[in-house]
Nanobody, 115 residues
Framework: QVQLVESGGGLVQPGGSLRLSCAASGSIFSIVAMGWYRQAPGKQRELVASIGNIGTTNYADSVKGRFTISRDNAKSTMYLQMNSLKPEDTAVYYC?????????WGQGTQVTVSS
């Protein structure tokens, strides 16, 4: 079973930047489309960025132009560079597959954007 470990979150002021990492165990990571999800308090989890196994990317309108998703298949790791952060980006961020069946969810990493 693949295990996912997210890291890199923290407290940042509006306009700041953070880089999230998602480390996956298992070689299957390199052949599946992966995504970054977020869940804000009281809201449903949403997909904000995805990347195919060969690097094709897609973004939610709310983060387009500010977030950049990337992956290093040799390291079984995915990244999310977040720039120009806004208070509404505050959420717990998770990584997982884009298509079912999903891997077991990790613990996520908290991102808080506040002055």
């Amino acid at each position: 079973q693949v295990q996912l470990v997210e890291s890199g979150g923290g407290l940042v002021q509006p306009g700041g930047s953070l880089r999230l990492s998602c480390a996956a165990s298992g070689s299957i990571f390199s052949i599946v489309a992966m995504g970054w999800y977020r869940q804000a308090p009281g809201k449903q989890r949403e997909l904000v960025a995805s990347i195919g196994n060969i690097g094709t990317t897609n973004y939610a309108d709310s983060v387009k132009g500010r977030f950049t998703i990337s992956r290093d298949n040799a390291k079984s790791t995915m990244y999310l560079q977040m720039n120009s952060l806004k208070p509404e980006d505050t959420a717990v961020y998770y990584c997982n597959k884009v298509y079912n069946p999903m891997f077991d969810w990790g613990q996520g990493t908290q991102v808080t954007v506040s002055s």
